[in-house]
Nanobody, 121 residues
Framework: VQLQASGGGLVQAGGSLRLSCEAS????????MGWFHQAPGKEREFVSI????????DYADSVKSQFTISRDNAKNTVYLQMNSLIPEDTAIYYCAASHSYQRDSYWYIYWGWGTLVTVSS
């Protein structure tokens, strides 16, 4: 599976962005999908996860009220809607695929290249 994230960019604080991650191949619906981010000088962190059907989702506490994850299996795409962005959300955002519903990046076997989100104050 190859993953391509897009939708990042420069946005002012309080603004919104929607990230997309498109997967190649026919087996997208068999993967649990996650979003992670890595801020400058920091380790990569879990952001959100969604199960195969989209019926179950989970978020890092820091983004629970701001971000919404969703997926469209017909389009082989997972989304991350990010609202009320703050400068601390500035990071490279990565999508990843797993067979396990886990937050830990250890469980993810395919990773996209990432898309940069910059939030200005």
């Amino acid at each position: 599976v190859q993953l391509q994230a897009s939708g990042g960019g420069l946005v002012q604080a309080g603004g919104s962005l929607r990230l997309s991650c498109e997967a190649s191949g026919r087996t997208f619906s068999s993967y649990i999908m996650g979003w992670f981010h890595q801020a400058p000088g920091k380790e990569r962190e879990f952001v959100s996860i969604i199960d195969w059907s989209g019926g179950n989702t989970d978020y890092a506490d820091s983004v629970k009220s701001q971000f919404t994850i969703s997926r469209d299996n017909a389009k082989n795409t997972v989304y991350l809607q990010m609202n009320s962005l703050i400068p601390e959300d500035t990071a490279i955002y990565y999508c990843a695929a797993s067979h396990s519903y886990q937050r830990d990046s250890y469980w993810y076997i395919y990773w996209g290249w990432g898309t940069l989100v910059t939030v200005s104050s």
